[in-house]
């Protein structure tokens, strides 16, 4: 028995037209995307990048077209990196790159190195950098001439990523810190203590030169003072000049003696 002859015509319809709408619902929801604001896509024919499309509505030929989307705001990288300093001491430090993908360049960007920078680009580049330029200094330089090191990597790992569209950004490089081993450590404390105690000897050497040129000059000052009260007596008639100064400051009062026979002061009986 033919049960398929039983089914209504126009439940034979309905399905189809059912089926019909469902195939394309999903062929034009599968033709449409949309690119968000900090973001590019990169739109494949059959495997292949054809092109690159801004934020907004696109249309996309299914089955045959794919899109892949790209983040093209600005991101951090940070790595590790170890390094030989000019007088061989072993340096390490972690450096923090901000970077984007270049909007422009991101179709050779992916067909060259992809689109997993981090790892493969930016991580190595900064270990080869931070080597060539910290081994042209010393430690010692590394401590007192930090902005220019940084000066250095930054601009060469901007040269270098640019070489593979890759663009850094706001803030450029970062060094959080110069770590040297514990023995160099222990000798730059050792140093600034040595320094910080010639520094106070010297203080003490200056101090005690000055108190002893102070006492110079008041021992000169006092034999000045003396010379010319001396001269001064000399050129008022010397005794008389004393006698006289006595007198000026006598107050009129006769000294009181137990004993009687003594001269009174300051009268001199010829």
């Not at 126009?10 to 399905?15: A, E, F, K, V």
């Not at 900064?126 to 010393?138: D, G, L, M, S």
């Amino acid at each position: 028995m033919n049960t398929s002859n039983n089914v209504p015509q126009s439940y034979r319809i309905l399905t189809f037209v059912i089926i019909v709408i469902v195939i394309g619902s999903i062929f034009v929801s599968g033709s449409f995307y949309t690119v968000r604001a900090g973001e590019k896509a990169l739109v494949f024919t059959w495997g292949k990048i054809t092109s690159v499309t801004s934020e907004g509505l696109h249309f996309k030929i299914p089955v045959m077209q794919a899109v892949q989307k790209v983040d093209i705001r600005t991101r951090k990288a940070e790595a590790p990196a170890a390094a030989a300093s000019k007088n061989m001491q072993n340096v390490s430090t972690i450096v923090t790159l901000n970077y984007y993908l270049d909007p422009q360049r991101l179709d050779v960007l992916y067909s060259t190195v992809g689109l997993e920078v981090e790892n493969k680009i930016i991580a190595a580049r900064i270990q080869e950098t931070v080597k060539a330029v910290v081994a042209r200094y010393t430690a010692e330089e590394l401590l007192s001439l930090r902005e220019q090191v940084r000066n250095e990597i930054s601009e060469s790992l901007t040269r270098q990523l640019l070489e593979y569209n890759i663009v850094v950004g706001a803030g450029g490089v970062q060094i959080t810190s110069f770590e040297f081993s514990r023995s160099f450590n222990e000798a730059i404390e050792d140093k600034q203590v040595a320094e910080q105690r010639a520094l106070t000897a010297r203080n003490n050497l200056e101090r005690v030169k000055v108190e002893a040129e102070q006492k110079v000059a008041q021992a000169k000052g006092e034999a000045e003072s003396i010379r010319i009260q001396a001269d001064a007596i000399r050129s008022q008639g010397g005794k008389e000049y004393v006698n006289l100064k006595a007198i000026e400051k006598w107050d009129g009062k006769l000294p009181v003696y137990t004993g009687g026979g003594g001269p009174l002061p300051f009268i001199e009986i010829k």
